[in-house]
Nanobody, 126 residues
Framework: QLQLVESGGGLVQPGGSLRLSCVAS????????IGWFRQAPGKEREGVSC??????RYADSVNGRFTISRDTAKNTVYLQMNSLKPEDTAVYYC?????????????????????WGQGTQVTVSS
């Protein structure tokens, strides 16, 4: 059974950093694209970043501040978040989509991601 488990969220002051982890089980990362999404109260779930064997992507709102990476040996994807802002406050989810060779991953839509974790809360506040 394919499962995704997020961790690493917490409370941080503006300008601080957090590293989120997404541990996958039941499948091999190489054959999937992994996306990070977030949802704040009253807002739609939005794409933050994604990674596959051939591409990485970032939403404009986090580009230059967040970095996505993966460790295939550990079946884990990370999201390093620096220079955090209060507007980054949300529940962060990782999700998996089947990877197609030569096709970039996407943060523009949630439809292609069929498997989701439970989420981890990130709160940025002074």
């Amino acid at each position: 059974q394919l499962q995704l488990v997020e961790s690493g969220g917490g409370l941080v002051q503006p300008g601080g950093s957090l590293r989120l982890s997404c541990v996958a089980s039941g499948f091999t990362l190489r054959y999937y694209a992994i996306g990070w999404f977030r949802q704040a109260p009253g807002k739609e779930r939005e794409g933050v970043s994604c990674i596959s064997s051939s591409s990485t992507r970032y939403a404009d709102s986090v580009n230059g501040r967040f970095t996505i990476s993966r460790d295939t040996a550990k079946n884990t994807v990370y999201l390093q978040m620096n220079s955090l802002k209060p507007e980054d406050t949300a529940v962060y989810y990782c999700a998996a989509a089947v990877y197609r060779v030569g096709v970039a991953c996407s943060v523009g839509t949630k439809d292609q991601y069929n498997y989701w974790g439970q989420g981890t809360q990130v709160t940025v506040s002074s």
